[in-house]
C-alpha cells in the first residue's frame, strides 16, 4: 500500500509521464527489482490502492452471509473510511489522474474487472446458484458498474464542502440498483 501511496502523490506532483519506477522505489524505500516483483508497471503500482476496498467489500460481504441479509441492504450497511483519510484522497486524485492517463484507467477498469467475479462468487454464495449462472453474473456486472461509477462520479466532482460525501455518493448509486436475491 505504501508504494501505491507514493506513486500516486508522484504522478500527481509530476505526472506520470515524468514519474519512473526508480522514483516510486526510492519513494517507497524499496529497491527497483522489488518493485518489479510486484508490478507490472509503474501504473500497476498504484493497484493495491484499488483493489483494497473492492477487497474489504467482498469480504464484509461474505461475513454478512450467515445473517441472511439482502445483499443490498449488506453493502449500505458497511462504514466508508472518512473522506479526510489519506486512502480516500489518494483515490481521488489517482481518479483525477485517469481520466487523462490511460494506463492508470486500465489498472482502474482492470481492478473492476477482477472484482466481478468476486462478486459473482459472494452472489453464488449468498443463493446457491453456480457463480457462471448468466443472473449471477448480470447481477455482479449491475454491482460492479454502480459501484465504479458511483467512486468515479465522487471522485471526478469538482471539490465542494456542501457537495454529497464519498459514502453518500456510494449510497445513492447502490439504492438505483436492484440486486436481487433469488433463492
Known amino acids: 500500500m505504501e508504494i501505491?501511496?507514493?506513486a500516486v502523490r508522484l504522478f500527481a506532483a509530476k505526472g506520470v509521464a515524468a514519474v519512473t519506477a526508480e522514483d516510486i522505489a526510492s519513494a517507497a524505500g524499496v529497491s527497483t527489482r522489488t518493485l518489479w516483483r510486484y508490478f507490472r508497471s509503474k501504473e500497476?503500482?498504484?493497484?493495491?490502492?484499488?483493489?483494497?476496498?473492492?477487497?474489504?467489500?467482498?469480504?464484509?460481504?461474505?461475513d454478512c452471509r450467515g445473517d441472511h441479509e439482502p445483499l443490498a441492504e449488506a453493502i449500505l450497511s458497511i462504514r466508508f473510511?472518512?473522506?479526510?483519510?489519506?486512502?480516500?484522497?489518494?483515490?481521488?486524485?489517482?481518479?483525477?489522474l485517469g481520466r487523462d492517463e490511460p494506463g492508470l484507467r486500465a489498472v482502474w477498469l482492470e481492478a473492476h474487472y477482477d472484482a466481478e467475479a468476486a462478486f459473482a462468487a459472494v452472489i453464488a454464495e449468498r443463493t446457491g446458484r453456480p457463480s457462471g449462472d448468466?443472473?449471477?453474473?448480470?447481477?455482479?456486472?449491475?454491482?460492479?458498474t454502480a459501484m465504479r461509477i458511483a467512486v468515479e462520479d465522487w471522485a471526478l466532482r469538482p471539490d465542494r464542502p456542501s457537495g454529497p460525501s464519498f459514502a453518500?455518493?456510494?449510497?445513492?448509486?447502490?439504492?438505483?440498483?436492484?440486486?436481487?436475491?433469488?433463492?
Not at 473510511?81 to 483525477?96: I, M, N
Open 4 to 6: 501505491a501511496e507514493e
Open 44 to 62: 500497476e503500482c498504484v493497484r493495491p490502492l484499488l483493489t483494497t476496498g473492492l477487497e474489504l467489500l467482498t469480504e464484509h460481504l461474505r
Open 134 to 144: 448468466l443472473a449471477v453474473r448480470v447481477e455482479a456486472g449491475v454491482l460492479n
Open 168 to 183: 453518500e455518493t456510494v449510497t445513492r448509486a447502490l439504492r438505483m440498483i436492484d440486486v436481487v436475491e433469488r433463492r
Open 81 to 96: 473510511d472518512d473522506e479526510t483519510s489519506p486512502r480516500v484522497r489518494a483515490l481521488r486524485d489517482l481518479l483525477r
